[in-house]
């Protein structure tokens, strides 16, 4: 904490995410203001009862982890740092609903976010060329706090978070319609859902 000679303070915090994550941080980070502002005890009581997500007993691995798997690198950069170019692109409502209406109807009612991962997973495959066979995979962190039964009680500020991995070959990914991207992404988040 750094005390500012107007009475304000500067507080700044790292997070270990052995530890917590980010719905964690924002609880402690809330705490934090409600003590700050004078409250006796915080509106929600920290819960650490970690053993909830303790591995089975016997461990049993019922899902394949391939955030885990070791993948060999090339050490190669995909692109040349002077073949880059950066665009900022912005996905408004407009942007959104034009992607939606190329999509099969059965795929429509997926999320905004599962959406822009396709199309971006997909276009970025697009723009790499990599060879058709080459594995090209995509992960993204799920917030695991609503996918328990029982669910981890109100307060729980350990890690809850899984990082699921689509996979596909890249000429599939490429030739195929966004509804592919889409497909995959959607069955990996589900696979996620499923497994814990």
Same mark, same amino acid.
């Given at each position: 904490? =750094?005390?500012?000679?107007?009475?304000?303070?500067?507080?700044?915090?790292?997070? !270990?995410?052995?530890? *917590? /994550?980010?719905?964690? +941080?924002?609880?402690?980070? *809330? =705490? %934090?203001?409600?003590?700050? $502002?004078? $409250?006796?005890?915080?509106? %929600?009581?920290?819960?650490?009862?970690?053993?909830?997500? !303790?591995?089975? /007993?016997?461990?049993?691995?019922?899902? =394949?982890?391939?955030?885990?798997?070791?993948?060999?690198?090339?050490?190669e950069a995909l692109i040349p740092p002077d073949n880059m170019v950066q665009r900022s692109i912005f996905f408004g409502p407009t942007e959104i609903s034009a992607l939606r209406r190329g999509l099969s109807?059965? #795929?429509?009612?997926?999320?905004?976010?599962?959406?822009?991962?396709?199309?971006?997973?997909?276009?970025? =495959?697009? $723009?790499?060329?990599?060879?058709? /066979?080459?594995?090209?995979?995509?992960?993204?962190?799920? !917030?695991?706090?609503? #996918?328990?039964?029982?669910? +981890? @009680?109100?307060?729980?500020?350990?890690?809850?978070? &899984?990082? @699921? %991995? $689509?996979?596909? &070959?890249?000429? !599939?990914?490429?030739?195929?319609? +966004? /509804?592919?991207?889409?497909e995959l992404v959607m069955k990996t988040k589900s696979e996620t859902e499923e497994s814990t």
């Amino acid at each position: 904490v =750094t005390r500012l000679k107007c009475g304000g303070f500067i507080f700044a915090i790292r997070l !270990n995410h052995t530890m *917590s /994550d980010v719905f964690g +941080l924002y609880q402690f980070l *809330s =705490t %934090v203001g409600e003590l700050a $502002a004078g $409250a006796e005890i915080p509106s %929600v009581l920290p819960v650490w009862q970690r053993h909830l997500l !303790n591995a089975r /007993d016997p461990p049993h691995v019922s899902y =394949t982890h391939h955030e885990y798997e070791n993948i060999p690198s090339t050490n190669e950069a995909l692109i040349p740092p002077d073949n880059m170019v950066q665009r900022s692109i912005f996905f408004g409502p407009t942007e959104i609903s034009a992607l939606r209406r190329g999509l099969s109807p059965h #795929l429509r009612h997926c999320t905004t976010f599962e959406l822009l991962t396709a199309c971006i997973w997909r276009c970025r =495959t697009i $723009a790499i060329s990599p060879g058709p /066979d080459e594995e090209v995979r995509i992960m993204c962190i799920v !917030n695991g706090r609503g #996918l328990f039964n029982p669910p +981890l @009680p109100t307060g729980y500020y350990g890690n809850a978070s &899984a990082i @699921p %991995v $689509a996979i596909s &070959a890249a000429g !599939n990914l490429c030739k195929q319609p +966004l /509804d592919f991207a889409l497909e995959l992404v959607m069955k990996t988040k589900s696979e996620t859902e499923e497994s814990t």
